[in-house]
């Protein structure tokens, strides 16, 4: 019996994109990561960011690419290798899932270097002219915000005070904390970065409410607009 004979280079790139495509097709996060990194990229062209934050920006989406790759590789190995319940299984596939998350954050903190300075120009930009609306303008923004509400409560009339319904009371609160965190810190060093983390926060707290089935995402972000709105007119009123 001859040797089996070893792929050529044609063979052996169109084994590893057929790779590739397989994770794409199968895997959900394969297919965000791919998304945000075009997005990534696509900013950076317009940010025009320098050689050096470019070079940053693909490391960093390698990385993450690479690890989600090898975490799908090694699932479909203990798949293959066991189909009992093994502890010694699952903690191979966690310590793989590790290996994703530590990339994401060193992705996102890198992402964070790259593009802080002209989102935080830009965001500040966007708050110096809220603040300089017309005290007037926001309040009726207020109004109708609620009017629309109110009169969408009324036509749905389902949830409670306390859970679900329209609108989520814990993203009006966490929405609420954002802009209260923004205004307070606009003129402070650490003012971006104390916004970007407590808006992150509150997104969290819309997620967790849609995922947990409480709310759906329009209850969640109709709360979300609700507490931002409230909290920026009481700024106009008792702030300027």
Do not use: C
Not at 75 to 96: G, N, Q, S, W
Not at 175 to 191: E, I, N, P, Q, R
């Amino acid at each position: 019996m001859s040797a089996r004979r070893a792929p050529s280079i044609l063979e052996s790139f169109n084994f590893a994109f057929e790779g590739v495509i397989h994770v794409l097709r199968t895997q959900r996060n394969m297919r965000i990561h791919f998304v945000v990194a075009v997005i990534v990229l696509v900013a950076g062209l317009v940010s025009d960011v320098n050689r050096l934050e470019l070079i940053a920006l693909l490391l960093a989406i390698a990385f993450v690419l690479i690890a989600e790759m090898i975490n799908t590789a090694i699932e479909a190995a203990i798949d293959v290798a066991t189909t009992a319940f093994d502890p010694m299984a699952k903690l191979a596939k966690d310590i793989a899932a590790g290996a994703v998350l530590i990339a994401t954050m060193n992705a996102l903190a890198v992402g964070y270097l790259v593009f802080s300075g002209q989102v935080r120009d830009r965001s500040e930009s966007l708050i110096g002219r809220l603040r300089d609306a017309p005290t007037q303008l926001t309040l009726i923004a207020l109004v109708i915000t609620v009017i629309v509400v109110l009169a969408t409560k009324a036509w749905t009339g389902r949830g409670t005070p306390l859970r679900g319904g329209l609108p989520s009371g814990h993203s009006a609160v966490a929405f609420s904390g954002w802009m209260a965190a923004t205004y307070v810190l606009a003129d402070s060093d650490h003012g971006f970065l104390i916004s970007t983390l407590t808006f992150i926060m509150a997104l969290l707290v819309a997620q967790t409410r849609v995922e947990s089935g409480v709310h759906s995402a329009l209850e969640v972000t109709y709360g979300g607009l609700i507490g931002a709105l409230v909290t920026l007119a009481l700024f106009q009123v008792f702030a300027s």
